[in-house]
């Protein structure tokens, strides 16, 4: 009387193989993004806070674009295993991502002297203006490769 093993997903939802996962292709995606965004962030906390805000703001964004890299990785590899290794990847792949910026900016704030308000609140912008942006390119269609059941 245990689970029955779930069913396999119609092929349309399959990953294909010896191709990158739609969530790896999102994250480079983001990341490319990031190449936009994170000079606007440094540039306004340069002009803001300096040039050691600059920095911190730079290493801020950095660590963001790391995560959504990350993201992307860990979610195309889990789907490419199971569905339910997947729903795990997501639920418990952000805490542990959320966890992972967290200690990285703590230990980048131990080892060297930077502006701390600087580099989380540019982490923080960084990571909703990537987000908003990406999820409102996918909501317009701008990249129908993406959409699902192709």
């Not at 050691?52 to 959504?68: E, I, Q, R």
């Not at 992972?100 to 080892?111: C, H, S, Y």
């Not at 060297?112 to 982490?123: H, K, L, S, V």
Request: proline share 6%; charged share 15%.
């Amino acid at each position: 009387m245990g689970a029955e093993p779930a069913p396999p997903l119609p092929v349309e939802y399959q990953p294909a193989p010896g191709r990158p996962g739609i969530e790896a292709r999102i994250g480079r995606d983001m990341a490319w993004r990031g190449l936009w965004v994170g000079p606007v962030i440094v540039a306004v906390f340069g002009l803001l806070r300096g040039g050691a805000g600059a920095v911190a703001a730079a290493v801020g964004v950095l660590v963001v674009v790391a995560n959504f890299l990350l993201a992307g990785w860990l979610l195309s590899a889990a789907a490419s295993i199971s569905l339910r290794l997947y729903h795990a990847a997501a639920l418990f792949g952000f805490l542990i991502r959320l966890g992972l910026i967290t200690a990285t900016m703590f230990g980048v704030a131990a080892l060297f002297e930077i502006d701390r308000p600087a580099m989380g609140i540019a982490a923080v912008v960084a990571y909703l203006v990537l987000l908003v942006w990406e999820a409102a390119a996918l909501t317009a269609g701008a990249r129908k490769e993406y959409q699902w059941g192709r």
